[in-house]
């Protein structure tokens, strides 16, 4: 069992920066892939980056690729997502989530925190 609990949301100007930050309970963190989601009001839940479990190979959807990047920590049981260049569009409730791989689908995550609120203003 893993338990995740992201931080570091907020309001922000278009052109501004964001970490989040996901902190996990339990002592296998280092065996789980991790990802990060996000959902805006009244859209389907979407893929934005990943970082397998050694922290070697990073994924990002196309739209975030050069803006955003995904790092872990396994001596913190910490995983990050450094946001910069944020754009309105990029506004939803963004969730970190754990899997014992990784990949682009929400599918093959187990494990999901409550989410962070990240509103970017034009």
């Known amino acids: 069992q893993v338990q995740l609990v992201e931080s570091g949301g907020g309001l922000v100007q278009a052109g501004g920066s964001l970490r989040l930050s996901c902190a996990a309970s339990?002592?296998?963190?280092?065996?789980?892939?991790m990802g990060w989601f996000r959902q805006a009001p009244g859209k389907e839940r979407e893929f934005v980056a990943a970082m397998t479990r050694s922290g070697s190979s990073t994924y990002y959807r196309n739209s975030v690729r050069g803006r955003f990047t995904v790092s872990r920590d396994n001596a913190k049981n910490t995983v990050y997502l450094q946001m910069n260049s944020l754009r309105p569009e990029d506004t939803a409730v963004y969730y970190c989530?754990?899997?014992?791989?990784?990949?682009?689908?929400?599918?093959?995550?187990?494990?999901w925190g409550q989410g962070t609120q990240v509103t970017v203003s034009s």
């Open positions: 989530a754990a899997s014992s791989t990784v990949g682009t689908s929400d599918h093959l995550y187990d494990y």
């Open positions: 339990g002592r296998t963190f280092s065996t789980y892939g």
